[in-house]
């Protein structure tokens, strides 16, 4: 495997085709940088719903730490379920709401999704990443979380985590996307993974996405047009 993990992300934000920033749609409708004009006093705090925090809109003193338990569990990439089309009816559902056809969604998401790893398994501090059934783990220590500011004017906070021990080709530095902004038990995940913390703040094109392992195709498609 190398440095496979490590590299993955950029080699794929290198070839993206499709120039929309991932963030601003996924987040929003997945996980995107200009400045929001969000000036709203602490006293407006309480007006962000849950479906604003999810979607992007919050203000700062609503953001906190969150451990690695949050996303413990064992995980399964949605990258081979959108190639052998299952994913297909969510597609549809977001053309039916969107402003693209449904090819053209399915285009999108195939940068946006793609990814060597099928499962990641997340117990106490170790992650271990599979890649063709072989495990590559590592152990991490929270890192802190940083704000970004998307393309669409809504924002996210990447959750990070740095590698302390296990496997030397394990990566660096994980990185937690899942559109909450406080503790809580994650329900899927878009993670970043590789040894130079600063340039994965900067990918917004690549986000391989996991739901629970134990969920069936069409659980996970269900589950994806609730929201």
Known sequence: MQKAFAKHVTMLAAGALIALSAQAFAESGSDGATDHDHDHSKEHAHE?????????YFDDDQIKARDLSDWAGDWQSVFPLLQDGTL????AHKA???DKIAAEYTAYYQTGYATKVERILIEGDSVTFFEDGT???GHYADDGHEVLTYEAGNRGVRYIFEKTGGDAEAPDY???SDHAIAPTDAGHFHLYWGDDRAALLKEVTNWPTYYPADLGGEEVAE????H
């Open 223 to 226: 589950e994806m047009m609730a």
């Open 135 to 137: 495990p590559l783990q």
């Open 174 to 176: 994980i990185q937690f």
């Open 88 to 91: 297909d009816p969510v597609m």
């Open 48 to 56: 962000h719903s849950d479906d604003d925090i999810y979607n992007g």
């Open 96 to 98: 039916a709401h969107g």
